[in-house]
Nanobody, 114 residues
Framework: QVQLVESGGGLVQAGGSLRLSCTAS???????MGWYRQAPGKERELVAV???????NYADSVKDRFTISRDNAKKTVYLQMNSLKPEDTAVYYC?????????WGQGTQVTVSS
C-alpha cells in the first residue's frame, strides 16, 4: 500500500513559479513517480514522470518550463513549475507506480491568473 501526500499548490500570476512536492509512505522502492493534471472538463493528462535512475519524460506543453526531480532517500518527488500560464490551471495529482499498480495523491490545486 502506498500513500501519497502532496503540497505546494496555490494561486500565482502568469509568469510566476510554484513548486509541488509529493512524499510516498511505503516500505517499497518505487520506480516511476510523476505528476498528472486535470483541468475542468478535461481528461487527466501526464505532466512529467521520473524513474528511480533519473530518466524523465515531459508533456510537450511543459517542456523547458517545468522540471521534475526526486529524492529517493526521502521517497519524494518534486515539480518545479516556472513561467506558468493560465492554461496550466488544473488539479495536479502525484502518481506512483509500484509493481504495475498506480497510486494517486489527493490532488493539489494550481491556479494561474492572467
Amino acid at each position: 500500500q502506498v500513500q501519497l501526500v502532496e503540497s505546494g499548490g496555490g494561486l500565482v500570476q502568469a509568469g510566476g513559479s510554484l513548486r509541488l512536492s509529493c512524499t510516498a509512505s511505503t516500505v517499497f522502492t518505487i520506480n516511476l513517480m510523476g505528476w498528472y493534471r486535470q483541468a475542468p472538463g478535461k481528461e487527466r493528462e501526464l505532466v512529467a514522470v521520473i524513474a528511480k535512475i533519473g530518466y524523465t519524460n515531459y508533456a510537450d506543453s511543459v517542456k523547458d518550463r517545468f522540471t521534475i526531480s526526486r529524492d529517493n532517500a526521502k521517497k519524494t518527488v518534486y515539480l518545479q513549475m516556472n513561467s506558468l500560464k493560465p492554461e496550466d490551471t488544473a488539479v495536479y495529482y502525484c502518481n506512483a507506480n509500484l509493481r504495475g499498480s498506480d497510486h494517486w495523491g489527493q490532488g493539489t490545486q494550481v491556479t494561474v491568473s492572467s
